[in-house]
């Protein structure tokens, strides 16, 4: 899968997608990850990417011609989509970054200044993607974001499929939490059902934990799911064990 990222500040996603699992997918041609320069696709002298918003305000603009020369000349004929990172955009999470692990090319637009011109939202991108409630300065930290998140749906890319099937949101819950040596650490002990060697009843502790943090810090995510009957006994423990203490 391959993705394209069109910015006006390259420099600082490059570093950003060159190490670790991103950088090894790539190694291994898993993963295409294209950074492109938006004044690259200026044909004017000053190569300008922005401009003062028609009606009278603060800030710049993007410009369209440069953003729909950029994505025409990159969008292949695959199943491709073509996203702007935005804070007016829908919410990505866990679930998009699955759907769109499905696309053979994404291509993102990285925002800036006060906005992009909105014929682009309304020509030329399928859909806007908020990281969140909270505004940065472009785009460019969202689309590294978008590009690690959605790649861990990459088959390939996580080295066991295991880990991204029991990942927090995909499973539905928080992650329990996990200990490594030492046993002891200033006087902090692992808890010492990992070490029983009996592993359904490790399985139950984690679920339990998981359940637990869930439900202490999302709640929300616990109703959108549908429970097993052995979440809805852990759940009821659980809320027991709170009242009790
Ligand atoms: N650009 C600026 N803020 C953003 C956000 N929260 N999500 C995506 N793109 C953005």
Redesign the pocket.
């Known amino acids: 899968m391959r993705f394209d990222i069109i910015t006006i500040f390259p420099g600082l996603l490059e570093s950003l997608l060159t190490a670790g699992v991103l950088k090894k997918a790539v190694e291994k041609g898993i993963l295409q990850v294209r950074v492109h320069d938006l004044r690259d696709y200026t044909t004017d002298k000053h190569r300008q990417v922005d401009d003062r918003p028609y009606g009278g305000l603060e800030g710049m603009v993007l410009k369209p011609e440069p953003i729909f020369r950029a994505v025409e000349a990159i969008r292949e004929p695959v199943e491709s989509v073509t996203c702007l990172?935005?804070?007016q955009?829908e919410r990505?999470d866990s679930r998009l970054a699955e759907k769109l692990a499905g696309y053979r090319q994404v291509i993102l637009i990285?925002?800036r200044y006060e906005g992009v011109d909105e014929r682009v939202v309304e020509h030329l991108v399928d859909r806007e993607?908020?990281?969140?409630?909270?505004?940065?300065?472009?785009?460019e930290l969202?689309a590294a974001v978008v590009v690690e998140a959605v790649s861990r749906f990459v088959p390939g890319v996580v080295g066991k499929e295991e880990s991204v099937r029991h990942d927090s949101f995909t499973a539905g819950l928080l992650d329990f939490p996990q200990y490594t040596r030492p046993r002891e650490y200033r006087g902090y002990r692992v808890p010492s059902v990992l070490f029983s060697g009996d592993h359904k009843k490790i399985a139950r502790w984690r679920l339990k934990k998981a359940l637990e943090k869930t439900l202490a810090r999302r709640p929300d995510l616990l109703e959108s799911r549908q429970l097993s009957s052995e979440e809805e006994e852990l759940l009821e423990e659980i809320k027991k064990e709170r009242k009790d203490s």
Do not use: K, R
């Open positions: 990172l935005t804070p955009g990505f990285c925002g993607i908020s990281i969140g409630d909270y505004v940065l300065t472009g785009g969202a």
